[in-house]
């Protein structure tokens, strides 16, 4: 049996390390890669050959530059062979359903045993199983059994261009025209901090998380042809 090529994606370079120390120690499993961020992540990950590539990546979720959640939307229309799963501290329903709508292949705690962690790794590669931690697999259990209340507690408006204020849409089209905060403050004359504000509202509206969903979202529905 080959070694599984991973790759270990987790801002907090204590934990990586000891994540990393400890997987060392199974032979089936070979690190190929650690990143800071989902940006970092994506980067080093393009610089690779198709064969190079980790097939599985344990991939934090709060992260600086850009989270686990954009990152995993962001690779699964680049890279849908590399599969993902979150290995993270966050058991709350809309974690768990942003990971799902994003991609994730398994979500896993991070107060899991490494043995567990390695097993769910070896399940998602030679047997396509969808590997959760126990309270997570409940709370998914949950979520599908009131799935018709989830459903539509999440189910994006079909005229969320009327939710939108002006200025939110103006801002909306600077993040399709892919301009970071400082950029978008500087072309509307406002601070980062307030294009912040307008883009965590703007999240709240179109029932999405990240800068790559919120971009989806406007591209379907055709706002800015």
């Not at 070694?3 to 997987?23: G, M, Q, T, Y």
């Not at 939307?73 to 329903?93: C, H, N, R, S, W």
């Amino acid at each position: 049996m080959n070694s599984i090529r991973i790759a270990i994606v987790d801002d907090k370079k204590l934990l990586r390390e000891a994540l990393i120390s400890n997987i060392s120690n199974y032979a089936e499993i070979e690190i190929i890669l650690q990143a800071v961020d989902g940006m970092d992540f994506l980067n080093q990950i393009a610089a690779l050959a198709e064969q190079e590539r980790p097939q599985i990546v344990l991939m934090d979720i709060e992260m600086p530059i850009m989270d686990g959640i954009e990152a995993v939307t962001l690779a699964k229309e680049k890279y849908p062979g590399i599969q993902f799963l979150m290995l993270t501290v966050f058991d709350d329903d809309d974690k768990l359903f942003d990971a799902i709508k994003a991609g994730a292949d398994g979500y896993l705690l991070k107060d899991e045993k490494i043995s567990n962690i390695v097993k769910a790794i070896v399940e998602v590669v030679y047997e396509g199983g969808v590997p959760m931690s126990p309270r997570i697999a409940r709370k998914a259990l949950a979520l599908l059994r009131n799935k018709a209340d989830f459903v539509e507690q999440y189910k994006p408006d079909a005229d969320n261009e009327h939710l939108l204020s002006s200025r939110e849409m103006e801002i909306l089209n600077r993040i399709v025209d892919g301009l970071n905060y400082q950029e978008i403050g500087e072309r509307l004359f406002i601070s980062p901090h307030t294009v912040r504000k307008h883009i965590a509202n703007i999240y709240d509206k179109l029932h999405v998380s990240n800068k790559a969903s919120a971009i989806k979202v406007a591209t379907q529905k055709r706002w800015f042809n």
